[in-house]
């Protein structure tokens, strides 16, 4: 997942702490064994908030994609299609971009252009790797760019990282070495899922993604994108919070609609498992 295994309009079930999602993990419980009322079924099942956006045409978007693994490739596949300006990077150069630019029409790059008057950047690169990446590597993006990270740690892939071995979450590591806040999706996804199982909005059995970060406003604009790839979405909190969704948690990897995906982070717990230790 996040490489290689690796909602906005998607039903907004908001998450601000533990609390919560027992709460809402319990109500939902209670809804599938038809205890609660048809209408408390239906605010767990669409979220205590609709979007803004529902009825507001999607506009097109420049985006920047560093990495072209199965996640950044599947990604430049779906958005170009959307219709949005997408340019992509990985490490070894514009010129290994070829096939792909010629499949989708994106924009082959280096790694320091991808970002370039960019309104959204995917960082999709192996956690290891982050360090690498160039210094200022977000120069010239647009005002207010926001970023995805898609990365987990994978101990055997990326070596020890001490810091997070010791509770510090995977997204907030990253943050700290691109010096630009992020939001955390799609790390859990299967990447051709991206390709083939998005759904139209409001279809029953939608899947859904967890979405953590700080920035609301830079939330709310992934959780619009992943709406209009075909997916919902559930707030799993700010960075802090996204160990509910990192490798070895219930929701990784987890094709569960909104419902789902809630219980899943609800039932999470802080300790990493061994296998995901170095």
């Known amino acids: 997942m996040g490489q290689s295994c690796s909602a906005s309009s998607a039903p ?37 908030s609709r979007s803004r956006t529902r009825n507001r045409k999607a506009r097109t978007m420049k985006i920047g994609i560093i990495g072209a693994g199965n996640i950044g ?9 959307l219709g949005h300006d997408v340019a992509v990077a990985n490490s070894r150069g514009p010129e290994t971009l070829k096939a792909l630019a010629e499949e989708t029409g994106a924009t082959p790059v280096t790694s320091t252009e991808a970002a370039r008057d960019a309104e959204i950047v995917v960082v999709t690169v192996p956690l290891g790797s982050v360090p690498d990446l160039p210094s200022g590597i977000l120069d010239g993006a647009a005002e207010g760019v926001v970023v995805i990270d898609t990365g987990n740690y994978y101990p055997q892939r990326d070596g020890r990282i001490p810091a997070i071995e010791d509770g510090l979450t995977e997204s907030r590591w990253t943050e700290q070495h691109i010096g630009h806040p992020v939001i955390k999706a799609f790390n859990g ?19 859904a993604l967890p979405v953590a970060g700080d920035d609301l406003a830079a939330k709310r604009t992934v959780r619009d994108l992943i709406d209009e790839l075909g997916f919902d979405t559930v707030d799993a909190g700010g960075l802090d919070d996204s160990w509910r969704q990192q490798p070895g948690t219930p929701v990784y990897g987890n094709r569960g609609d909104a419902e789902a995906i809630t219980v899943a982070l609800a039932e999470a717990s802080p300790e990493r498992g061994a296998e995901w230790r170095a």
Do not use: F, K
């Open 12 to 48: 907004y079930v908001p998450l601000l702490g533990p609390l919560i999602l027992r709460t809402i993990a319990e109500s939902i419980r209670q809804t599938r064994n038809g205890i609660v009322s048809d209408r408390r079924r239906l605010m767990i099942r669409r979220g205590t």
């Open 73 to 81: 490739g599947n990604l430049t596949r779906r958005l170009t299609a």
């Open 189 to 207: 996804t299967y990447a051709q899922d991206i390709l083939e199982r998005p759904l139209p909005h409001g279809a029953p059995g939608r899947q």
